[in-house]
């Protein structure tokens, strides 16, 4: 199992190393088509109109973990108002019930989507944990964040792309 990670994790970063750098405001969000955890496909173009996070995350990962309630929270207050988060779990190097452990946990209510091999970290350019990729009505990328963040830095960012 840990070769098997080496593997993943070593071709995650030679697929990055090519992929020419990190996404750019105004760049065209890369699609995902991934399962839930609750078994149904998602994409991100069904989305599409409305204001998307997209949050790369692991169970293992400690500032993951510190940044979940924050997002539960704006969630909670602007789901109504039509925001979409999509928290993607990086899967290649998580265990499906550590996921579901820590949404029961947490009380996640946002949709969580499996990212079992790793192409949507790699066409993301997301290679450390948590980073949120904030989309557009358009579908355009408006900010990458590395790292965890607060509700009221996610709140500031949605007023922009509102």
């Known amino acids: 199992m840990k070769a098997r990670t080496v593997f993943v994790v070593l071709g995650l970063l030679a697929v990055l190393g090519c992929a020419g750098g990190a996404l750019k405001k105004g760049d065209p969000a890369p699609e995902l088509v991934l399962e839930s955890l609750d078994g149904s496909t998602v994409r991100l173009s069904d989305y599409r109109g409305r204001p998307v996070l997209i949050n790369f995350w692991a169970s293992w990962c400690a500032p993951c973990r510190e940044e979940m309630p924050e997002l539960q929270k704006v969630f909670a207050a602007q789901q109504a108002d039509g925001l979409v988060i999509l928290a993607v779990n990086t899967t ?8 579901r452990r820590m949404r029961t946990e947490l009380g996640l209510t946002f949709p969580i989507l499996l990212d079992r091999d790793g192409k949507a970290a790699a066409a993301y350019r997301a290679s450390a944990w948590p980073t949120s990729v904030f989309v557009d009505r358009q579908g355009r990328v408006h900010l990458v964040q590395v790292g965890p963040m607060s509700w009221r830095f996610v709140e500031s960012v949605l007023r922009e792309i509102r």
Do not use: A, K, L, S
């Open 92 to 99: 290649f190097q998580d265990r499906v019930e550590d996921v």
